[in-house]
């Protein structure tokens, strides 16, 4: 099994930034930052596969990007210009499986989930 530990989740007004961060303990292929914000299922943000390639939902780009540093088995979801609506739990996954993108059923490691509240 892969643990995944996020960090870096907190309260930011509208328009600021916030980085998160999720350690793996072990080897994955695609990793990717979902969340869950009130009133909504959980969804997808970002997700990296192991070679590089990225995929984002349409209401984060540009302003999000997500970075790993495979050395570290660290991934990075970095959070720029936020908004009220982005505002919910934001969880790290992992999927052993080829390119997942945002598909969540392929995704097997979860974390505990970062709080993000973006405030006026």
């Known amino acids: 099994d892969v643990q995944l530990v996020e960090s870096g989740g907190g309260s930011v007004q509208a328009g600021g930034s916030l980085r998160l961060s999720c350690a793996a303990s072990?080897?994955?292929?695609?990793m990717a930052w979902f969340r869950q914000t009130p009133g909504k299922e959980r969804e997808g943000v970002a997700a990296i596969e192991r070679a590089g390639s990225t995929a984002y939902a349409d209401f984060v780009k540009g302003r999000f990007t997500i970075s790993q540093d495979n050395s570290k088995k660290t991934t990075y979801l970095q959070m720029n210009s936020l908004e009220l609506e982005d505002s919910g739990v934001y969880y790290c996954?992992?999927?052993?499986?080829?390119?997942?993108?945002?598909?969540?059923?392929?995704?097997?490691?979860w974390g505990q989930g970062t709080q993000v509240t973006v405030s006026s």
């Open positions: 072990g080897y994955t292929t695609n």
């Open positions: 996954a992992a999927s052993p499986a080829q390119w997942a993108e945002l598909n969540q059923r392929s995704y097997t490691y």
